[in-house]
């Protein structure tokens, strides 16, 4: 393996039409096609996806581990914002 | 033993595409582990199962059309080199990462038009294998052409071990053209067009992507010989030889 490294890129996958791309993991590569052709490779051997993205990881802007409780932690108690409190008519399944 | 002799031209025809698709796809197989890096380790394994797949397409056929007398497995485990129908570019050996994508490139460049013409045969079992196999192809041809001109057009070193591969490998595409009896019998009664009819097609499509690449193109010197009339180098006994160990050793062995 090279010691110098080719860039970081996430990858995401719709599985099917109709679904959203979801992160399945990153590859190495020089450039954005290559990335793709990468993504292909490793991440669509057995028929994962219809359709590929590939966005460079250091573009990914990520919140820091220190914002854990400003960020997330004042959800935690405030219940009333799951639709849980309303009443679904049979034919609504699966919400 | 096995009476080759009865095999007619249409098998031998057969066998000039099966045995390039095998050859190339068992020598790819020994990049696995040893790629690179890790995605182009996973690309090039991937492409020589889509090429090893192919060959058992052709194997299947050919068994099915002598009557079950040949096996899938007899043709690639008791055929010695003799018998073997590739091209000789194939049976190179894998050099460096320059070497293998230059032979990739030049087979890939060189199989899709051979399998387009395929799927216009008239012999529908081989028009679907060609179709199928389109499809596959289609990525290597992108793949390996896209590594070539990255490397020519890269860095000095790049482009220096690339020209050496272009040099060394180009002239063994030759082969692909070499009309044998299979190729007129075929021809001849529609059952494919010869190679020879894309010829000048794949010229201009490798010497436009080489000097897209920046690479020289060498003149042809062709080779004496034809790996598709069976005359090969030394270098398919070293592949056969390995491909070949274990039935030799262990007969109909199962796992």
Not at chain 2, 28 to 38: D, F, T
Request: glycine share 4%; hydrophobic share 35%; with cysteine.
């Amino acid at each position: 393996m090279s010691a110098k490294e080719w860039p970081l890129w996430e990858v995401f996958i719709r599985s099917k039409n109709g679904l959203h791309h979801r992160h399945a993991g990153s590859v190495h590569a020089a450039d954005a096609q290559m990335a793709l052709e990468n993504a292909r490779d490793i991440y669509t051997r057995r028929q994962e996806g219809i359709s590929l993205w590939v966005v460079p990881s250091k573009e990914i802007v990520a919140s820091s581990p220190e914002d854990k409780e400003a960020f997330f932690e004042p959800a935690v108690d405030k219940i009333y914002r799951h639709p849980t409190f309303y009443v679904l008519p049979d034919e609504v399944n699966n919400m | 033993m096995k009476n080759w002799d009865s095999l007619n031209l249409f098998h031998h025809y057969v066998l000039q595409i099966a045995d390039n698709t095998l050859i190339l796809g068992q020598q790819l197989c020994e990049w696995c582990g040893h790629g690179p890096i890790l995605e182009q380790d996973i690309a090039l394994s991937n492409i020589a199962l889509d090429l090893l797949g192919q060959s058992r397409l052709y194997y299947q056929y050919l068994s099915e059309s002598t009557g079950g007398k040949f096996k899938e497995d007899d043709f690639l485990m008791y055929r010695d080199a003799r018998k073997y129908r590739n091209s000789l570019l194939v049976e190179m050996p894998n050099g460096n990462w320059g070497t293998t994508i230059t032979r990739q490139f030049l087979f890939d460049q060189f199989h899709i038009l051979l399998l387009q013409k395929l799927s216009e045969s008239s012999d529908q079992r081989l028009a679907e294998i060609a179709v199928k196999s389109i499809k596959e192809v289609k990525y290597h041809q992108r793949f390996s052409a896209e590594w070539v001109i990255r490397l020519g057009d890269g860095t000095q070193e790049s482009h220096s071990i690339m020209q050496e591969s272009v040099d060394e490998l180009y002239k063994y595409s030759c082969d692909f053209f070499v009309s044998t009896e299979a190729d007129q019998y075929t021809a001849s009664n529609g059952i494919c067009a010869s190679p020879i009819e894309v010829e000048q097609l794949y010229y201009t499509n490798v010497n436009s992507i080489l000097q897209e690449a920046t690479l020289k193109i060498p003149e042809i010197k062709k080779p004496i010989y034809s790996g598709k009339k069976g005359y090969h180098t030394e270098k398919l006994g070293y592949i056969l030889a390995e491909l070949q160990y274990m039935e030799n050793m262990y007969p109909n062995c199962e796992w």
